[in-house]
């Protein structure tokens, strides 16, 4: 895959932009919440290591190899970390799946789904993608219902197709968006 350039959007109140190693603390701290543990596929138990790891190695090198987008979802006024979003195993023919977690005190405030917005909207113009896949936890009703509000259609149920909680195997909720679909009602964002 060729290289991405890192880039920033700023959407309203938030700004996505690459990972910076002053995020490390607040990567580390948000990712001690039990929630963002159960749903993910992030190491558990999460330590300072993970999330230096994450900042300083996998985030740049996922744009460097053109197989990732990882971005910081901080305030536009006042930098604090709220999420992070990416589009990962982004392929040569155009496809690629959409991640996201919420920091707890962010939740509830449309964060992820405006992120989400803002990112499918973007690899389709920018990537020139012609697919992003979304997966969750059987369970995981908060990510479907971002899923549904900002236009993903959901396709079915994956059996044991996704490993969360470190290294737990379940069913997942497997969804798509396609440039060609309408975009979202503003009124489910």
């Keep these: 895959?060729?290289?991405?350039?890192?880039?920033?959007?700023?959407?309203?109140?938030?700004?996505?932009?690459?990972?910076?190693?002053?995020?490390?603390?607040?990567?580390?701290?948000?990712?001690?919440?039990?929630?963002?543990?159960?749903?993910?596929?992030?190491?558990?138990?999460?330590?300072?290591?993970?999330?230096?790891?994450?900042?300083?190695?996998?985030a740049p090198t996922a744009w460097a190899e053109g197989t990732g987008t990882?971005?910081?979802?901080?305030?536009?006024?006042?930098?604090?970390?709220?999420?992070?979003?990416?589009?990962?195993?982004?392929?040569?023919?155009?496809?690629?799946?959409?991640?996201?977690?919420?920091?707890?005190?962010?939740r509830g405030q449309g964060v992820i789904s405006q992120a989400v917005t803002t990112v499918t909207r973007w690899g389709f113009a920018m990537l020139d993608l012609a697919r992003i896949e979304w997966r969750a936890a059987v369970g995981n009703d908060a990510s479907r219902r971002v899923a549904q509000r900002t236009g993903f259609v959901l396709e079915g149920t994956l059996r044991q197709a996704l490993v969360v909680d470190g290294g737990r195997r379940v069913d997942c909720w497997v969804g798509s968006r396609l440039p060609t679909d309408p975009p979202p009602r503003p009124e489910l964002r």
């Design 1 to 58: 895959m060729p290289s991405l350039e890192p880039a920033e959007i700023t959407a309203g109140r938030l700004h996505l932009r690459p990972w910076q190693p002053y995020d490390i603390d607040a990567v580390y701290e948000a990712c001690q919440d039990p929630q963002i543990a159960r749903w993910t596929r992030l190491p558990r138990p999460y330590g300072r290591a993970d999330a230096e790891s994450f900042v300083r190695d996998l």
């Design 70 to 106: 990882p971005f910081a979802v901080v305030d536009a006024t006042t930098e604090r970390l709220l999420a992070s979003i990416s589009l990962t195993d982004i392929s040569t023919s155009g496809e690629a799946e959409i991640g996201y977690w919420c920091a707890e005190h962010a």
